[in-house]
């Protein structure tokens, strides 16, 4: 448990870490989240994303030709809330945002075949625990994200969790920051976009970061 | 009417449930354990019973290309029926005849008791009701508990064991008359799926647990789980394998295991194959091979001959590659010069929580201790008592 990886300039996790993508819309985080997935990838890491607000053939259209479905694993919670015949492949399982314990499961599948040959570098995105709360009260989310923070932590993953800000009272926020080691806050002032870590025992200094489709870049 | 759960090897121990009675199947929150009460509804509505098959969390769509999938095609079939209440909480008219808002408690409450006076045979997902309906909900669901014995219907449950409050599970565990638990069998990771029968008030049954896979089309299918034992050369593992077992074959040539051994036992409640593999080098492709789809590891290791040692740490580090668990049986222990557990620790360097259980395989002790100690890490704490196991999340 004592690699580290790094995420932002002087900021590196413990393997088995939780760290909570917090900032307003359309301040980068889910590209920035992106990013930093598929540059962990690249690194040789086996990654599991979970989607809430698109379907996987768009986020694989978007990683590109990068794409290897050995390595990079997807819950599609979307298309099947739109249509019910949506069928699975071996990468690609779908499920509806509310059933939980389908959520869970599928994960813990994804885990599991990375884990029989022998990938012990995972690293896990859930785009965004607010579609959840927009669905399920927060005592439940709270329940789900209980059991699948531990397993992270057990399995030595690295994991990320996108919430809105602004779209959740501060007595969610403060239940929910309860899980996590730390915290990717974002802000937007004066059209820039800023970026900085948050944790019981760091704080950086914000980072300006540029956006585009492409990716995100520090500056 | 006679109502069975269509579950392999459920039935032979229960036989069916009787009417007035409620199965539950209790979930582990990691494991896919939906299936379970699709296939009892299914097999029920094979029968030619009136069967309803609740929904909150799935779109009723779904849920019937699940039971597609499963090669059930419960569409075709008068007597089966969807209960939806989710596509009014999504926001979408239902178009089953059957469905009310579950923000509306009183109102699933309502439905769901006029579906059991109709129908023979019930599935509801408690938890997912809970989930959405909030804490609150059980008093409706306790409710229909009642209810279920007064009519002389049956309804099956599914609860997803999640960290509710100790209040609801005892609410639920008390009021199921027989409750079957689906589980992991993990380390770090779950690498395996098992059930078993840990409550029945209408028939006196000894608890057993079974393996299963899911397989599409077929649904539960029970699987006997694959443990390896391995070890360096002359390390006892052909002994171990005989003594623990209730059979068991070797393929050897001149005394040494060339090929493997196998043994079945059937111990607590599971039912275990072990594989013995040769310790000679030259066969670590066959390790390599069966250490793939196993569930555990028993090392066996010569506690008078330190020197193999090192080999034994190369055997293990080949198979937890795959992140299986394992256990150390500490062989010839009846032999004066046998190293202790604890030396045995330090000098192969094994971690403190590994078990290192000592025995002597040609005389037969300890060896019990060794599968007790495995399957405690791969089940957890499973505690047997009379006829039923503690129940966990």
């Known amino acids: ?219 | 009417m006679k109502v069975v759960t269509g579950i392999p090897v459920l039935d032979d121990l229960i036989d069916e449930i009787p009417n007035g009675k409620t199965l539950t199947y209790w979930i582990n929150p990691e494991v896919e354990g939906d299936v379970f009460a699709m296939q009892t509804i299914y097999t029920n509505v094979e029968e030619g019973l009136k069967c309803a098959y609740t929904t909150i969390t799935i779109s009723p769509e779904s849920i019937l290309a699940e039971f597609e999938e499963f090669g059930w095609n419960v569409k075709d079939f008068e007597n089966f029926e969807i209960v939806d209440l989710y596509s009014e909480y999504v926001g979408y008219p239902s178009k089953y005849k059957y469905s009310a808002n579950p923000l509306k408690i009183d109102e699933v409450c309502g439905l769901l008791k006029n579906v059991l006076e109709e129908f023979d045979v019930i599935y509801i997902p408690i938890s997912s009701i809970i989930d959405v309906c909030g804490d609150e909900s059980i008093s409706c669901i306790e409710s229909i508990f009642k209810l279920v014995k007064e009519k002389g219907k049956v309804l099956i449950t599914s609860f997803v064991s999640w960290p509710y409050p100790e209040k609801i599970k005892k609410i639920v565990g008390d009021l199921s008359n027989a409750i079957v638990k689906i589980g992991g069998i993990h380390h770090r990771v779950i690498l395996g799926y098992y059930y078993g029968l840990v409550k029945v008030d209408w028939k006196n049954v000894k608890s057993k647990s079974i393996l299963f896979k899911l397989v599409r089309p077929g649904g539960v299918r029970a699987y006997i789980p694959k443990i390896l034992v391995t070890g360096p050369y002359n390390a006892g593992k052909s002994t171990f394998v005989h003594a623990v077992s209730n059979v068991a074959l070797s393929v050897d040539r001149l005394g040494t295991t060339v090929a493997l051994d196998h043994g079945h036992l059937e111990y607590k409640g599971f039912s275990i194959d072990l594989f013995g593999t040769p310790g000679q080098e030259r066969f670590d492709p066959i390790l390599r091979m069966l250490g793939k789809d196993a569930l555990g590891v028993i090392l066996v290791v010569d506690s008078t001959k330190p020197e193999t040692f090192p080999r034994a740490k190369q055997m293990l580090e080949s198979v937890t590659h795959f992140g299986l668990p394992y256990v150390v049986a500490a062989n010839k222990q009846d032999l004066s010069n046998a190293l202790s557990p604890e030396e045995i620790r330090k000098k192969m360097y094994l971690p403190e929580d590994v078990p290192i259980i000592p025995i002597s395989a040609s005389k037969g002790e300890g060896i019990f201790k060794v599968i007790d100690a495995l399957l405690d890490i791969l089940v957890g704490s499973w505690k047997e008592g009379e006829n039923e196991f503690e129940i966990s999340t």
């Open chain 1, 1 to 219: 448990m004592g690699v580290q990886e790094s995420i932002l300039p002087g900021v590196s996790l413990k393997k088995g870490s939780n760290i909570m993508i917090y900032g307003p819309t359309f301040a980068g985080k889910a590209m920035f989240t992106r990013t930093m997935f598929k540059k962990f990838v690249k690194a040789g890491y086996c990654g599991i994303y979970v989607l809430t607000r698109e379907s996987a053939e768009q986020f694989i259209d978007w990683f590109g030709e990068e794409y290897d479905s050995n390595t990079v694993k997807i819950i599609d919670c979307v298309t099947k809330s739109m249509t019910g015949d949506a069928k699975d492949t071996e990468a690609i399982k779908r499920e509806t945002v509310m059933n939980l314990t389908g959520i869970s499961a599928k994960i813990n599948k994804f885990l599991e075949e990375f884990w029989r040959k022998g990938n012990r570098n995972i690293i896990l995105v859930f785009d965004s625990l607010s579609t959840l709360l927009m669905y399920l009260n927060l005592q439940t989310v709270f329940r789900f994200l209980h059991i699948l923070t531990g397993r992270v932590k057990m399995t030595g993953a690295i994991a990320f969790y996108i919430v809105e800000e602004g779209m959740h009272d501060e007595k969610t926020i403060v239940t929910l920051k309860q899980l996590f080691n730390g915290m990717i806050e974002f802000k937007e002032e004066n059209g820039k976009k800023f970026v900085r870590f948050v944790s019981p025992f760091t704080k950086t200094d914000w980072l300006e970061i540029h956006v585009d489709e492409g990716g995100v870049i520090i500056t």
